[in-house]
């Protein structure tokens, strides 16, 4: 199959280099450069990040372990392979897959930690050893991807992102504008607002239950033998962090984190009251009966304003932190407007939310991630309570009758949500509310029913995981990514290939953040990414180890059947789409060095 002539190459570069601001000599020079596999970016395939031998206690340290090849799996192609695909193959589309990053506001008066207290296994996502430390593991991760921008397999430049949900930790504006701008690649300063003393329960005497680096003496933590950092809580908040942002335009998915507070409850008047506040709790009964009583109380202004009162008062089980309005519990909506308020590039703005989500408050979305690839973003998240989800009915009519068009149209359909297929069964509904609420099986069925669905990429879970969903018209794979907060703190790039023979090969190819499997105590953000995946590796109670997957859900070679004759799509058309987004990316690196 032709791909471009020299004419529509030379076409192409100019429109570029006009778009871009890239010389054209310069630009078309790189884009008539071979693609090839990049090598060197942080991925499994050259080094795995394993849990290492014992140094105090039961407090173990990182080793490295060697790379993990692609296994190939057929439960959904429910055939051999072709033996010669790797020789003819052709990549349709590069994307980075990133979830549950959990960023955290560690000195947030709004934070409910003491409740690990309660049952540490049963709140463990109330307090992790490594809280302070998760915007620089972001940032490490966006640099990853960044290193990744050029798939390791073909050479293919990254042409989008998807985050599945789950960026903001606790429901607080600070954390989803963190989130944001580590992704846009603007700077986040840990003490705006508030002051360069850390004030939070890892600093706190008084909080034995805590992981205090300081003096880490006494409750489980101690025991268990985490090491004294007396300068880490400093470092943590010591100079603004730095990310270099994603290097393709990326889209967003609401997670349950995004929905209720800690994924599970409504937001009361207490809690909107103590986010912004002046006082932080660091005891499980201050926490359970100040807090948490909130739930039988209005959200009236009233109350709202005699619960700041109260607070501002003083009670037992609080101490003073500096207030901080910036702080607020964002609404539903606030979530999709933050997604506006974004830097042009990478783009786009919304990040997969348009005005009509803002005008109708929809909170779902679609979008061409390139002329072949059709993107579907889904809200699974309940809004009343619990940290599962489902698939409302005005969305799952809306999926089915777009997927009607995909098909008609051979657009190859992605599925985006937060939740997977062994979370989706929640259906509590307040008092009055009757609609549908779809939970997995039906779910499943549906997309099924359209040959054009071959993935659905989804987090919640923490793990990396994959589940293959076969069907008489050929079926599609679930991929399920792992976070930025648990152990291994991984993320994954996914690339979809023409095997040119019927068959279309899904790779995932899971990703290490960008820092050294060794913390080394100097304090920079890459240092102290390195320093919470060493804590993470640790924390007992969120079952670390179980969380990376076998061999079969990690790098992979996923097989489907094709849903069209691909032939259709032109190697001028893929070339035309690659120089774009070259020369997208060499504009980044442009800043990057800039």
């Known amino acids: 199959m032709p791909g471009l002539s020299r004419r529509q190459f030379l076409a192409g570069a100019t429109a570029l280099a006009a778009a871009t601001g890239l010389g054209l000599d310069r630009l078309g020079a790189q884009l008539a450069t071979a693609v090839t596999p990049a090598s060197g970016a942080p991925t499994t395939l050259l080094q795995t990040v394993l849990q290492g031998s014992v140094v105090q206690g039961q407090y173990r340290r990182l080793t490295t372990g060697p790379g993990e090849p692609y296994v190939p799996r057929l439960d959904v192609l429910g055939r051999r392979a072709g033996e010669g695909r790797e020789a003819s193959r052709r990549s349709l589309l590069y994307l980075a897959h990133l979830s549950d990053m959990h960023v955290i506001e560690a000195q947030s008066p709004g934070r409910i930690e003491p409740m690990i207290v309660q049952d540490h296994s049963a709140w463990a996502s109330a307090f992790h050893p490594h809280d302070p430390l998760s915007p620089h593991v972001v940032a490490a991760m966006v640099k990853a991807f960044s290193d990744a921008r050029y798939s390791p397999l073909t050479g293919a430049p990254m042409t989008a992102a998807i985050v599945t949900g789950d960026s903001a930790d606790m429901h607080s504006h600070k954390e989803l504008r963190w989130y944001i701008d580590l992704l846009d690649g603007v700077e986040v300063d840990p003490t705006a607002g508030i002051g360069d003393e850390f004030t939070g329960v890892q600093a706190w005497a008084e909080a034995v239950w805590a992981y205090r680096p300081r003096d880490p003496a006494g409750g489980q933590f101690g025991d268990y033998g985490f090491p004294k950092l007396p300068d880490l809580l400093d470092q943590a908040i010591g100079e603004p962090i730095q990310s270099v942002g994603m290097p393709a335009p990326w889209y967003a998915v609401y997670g349950n984190h995004d929905t209720l507070l800690l994924g599970t409850f409504d937001l009361s008047s207490q809690l909107h009251a103590l986010a912004i506040g002046g006082q932080k709790s660091y005891s499980v009964d201050a926490t359970a009966s100040t807090i948490l009583a909130g739930y039988a109380a209005t959200g009236s202004a009233l109350q709202r304003g005699a619960d700041a009162l109260g607070l501002a008062l003083g ?105 997977n297929s062994l979370t989706l069964e929640n259906r509590a509904q307040r008092p009055g509310e009757h609609q549908v609420l779809h939970g997995a099986e039906e779910f499943i069925a549906m997309l099924l029913e359209f040959p054009v669905v071959i993935g659905w990429l989804n987090g919640h879970t923490h793990l990396n995981q994959i589940l293959a969903h076969p069907g008489p018209k050929g079926g599609f794979w679930e991929i399920t990514t792992a976070s930025c907060i648990d152990f291994p703190q991984q993320q994954q790039t996914v690339e979809l290939l023409d095997n040119r023979d019927g068959t279309l090969s899904i790779f995932t190819t899971v990703i290490d953040h960008a820092s050294p499997v060794t913390p080394g105590g100097s304090g920079s953000y890459l240092d102290l990414a390195a320093q919470s995946r060493e804590l993470a590796v640790n924390d007992w109670a969120a079952f670390p180890l179980m969380r990376r997957g076998s061999p079969l859900d990690r790098n992979t070679e996923l097989l489907v059947k094709a849903p069209f004759d691909l032939s259709t799509i032109s190697d001028a058309a893929l070339e035309s789409q690659q120089m774009a987004a070259r020369a997208r990316i060499l504009a980044y690196e442009d800043g990057l060095d800039g």
């Open 315 to 419: 009670r037992p089980g609080f101490k003073a932190v500096p207030d901080d309005p910036q702080r607020f519990l964002f609404e539903q909506r606030d979530f999709m407007a933050e997604h506006f308020r974004t830097q042009p590039t990478p783009g786009p703005v919304g990040h997969g939310f348009t005005q009509h989500n803002l005008d109708s408050g929809e909170t779902w979305w679609k979008a061409d991630l390139t002329p072949q690839v059709r993107a579907f973003g889904l809200d699974t998240c309940n809004q009343v309570a619990g940290p599962d989800g489902a698939v409302p009915d005005d969305q799952f009519r809306w999926l089915r009758a777009e997927l009607e068009q995909a098909q008609s149209e051979k657009k190859l359909a992605l599925i985006f949500s937060h939740h």
